[in-house]
């Protein structure tokens, strides 16, 4: 009886050691030549890529109060509603080296300031991003206030963040004068950097 039990535990004995010296948590290899097994990879929520977004635009070696200026003495302009009453617009390298097209990866924030010209009431982004949204030139809009949250629309149109596709952003700026959705590559526009 004893002969019985011995050969299917070690069966099972031996089943659990391969399993065990097989497994992707074990270490393979010695030293430097052990590679961890390869983790699960997924897309950014909205929440955290607008969180790392806005940490990008401040980082410290290179805020975006560092990039180019339109128009190009940085000076602020009059603003327009939904805007501030006075504006400060930056742009980033690859937006300043080609306004007049605006390729993929062109970012434009927009400072929104009060009548006081001192007090920033808010910070309006464009980001292309291909993708984003092929139907209105793949602008991905964002409104964050100036600690950095993301703001959102009034109560009675449901407390949304202001991200993304944003219908009231993308009808406004379809009456610019310049090409896919910008203001920015109106003619008279010029940037520099600073």
């Not at 097209?101 to 300031?113: D, K, Q, R, S």
Request: charged fraction near 25%; proline fraction near 9%; glycine fraction near 8%.
């Amino acid at each position: 009886m004893r002969a019985h039990l011995v050969k299917p535990l070690s069966l099972a004995g031996g089943v659990a050691i391969l399993l065990w010296l097989t497994s992707p948590a074990q270490p393979q290899g010695s030293g430097s030549s052990r590679v961890d097994p390869p983790r699960a990879t997924r897309p950014p929520t909205p929440e955290e890529f607008q969180e790392s977004f806005w940490k990008y635009l401040n980082r410290k070696d290179a805020p975006y109060t560092k990039w180019a200026t339109i128009p190009a003495d940085g000076e602020m302009r009059p603003g327009e509603t939904p805007h501030g009453k006075f504006t400060k617009t930056y742009a980033n390298k690859v937006a300043a080296e080609d306004l007049k097209t605006l390729p993929h990866g062109a970012i434009l924030v927009m400072e929104n300031y009060a009548e006081d010209h001192k007090k920033l009431e808010d910070i309006t982004i464009m980001y292309r991003v291909k993708g984003t949204d092929p139907g209105h030139y793949d602008w991905y809009w964002l409104k964050y206030l100036p600690n950095g949250t993301v703001a959102r629309t009034p109560e009675k149109e449901g407390k949304k963040p202001i991200a993304g596709k944003v219908a009231s952003c993308i009808e406004c700026h379809s009456k610019a004068g310049g090409k896919e959705l910008t203001f920015s590559n109106d003619p008279k526009e010029n940037v520099e950097e600073k």
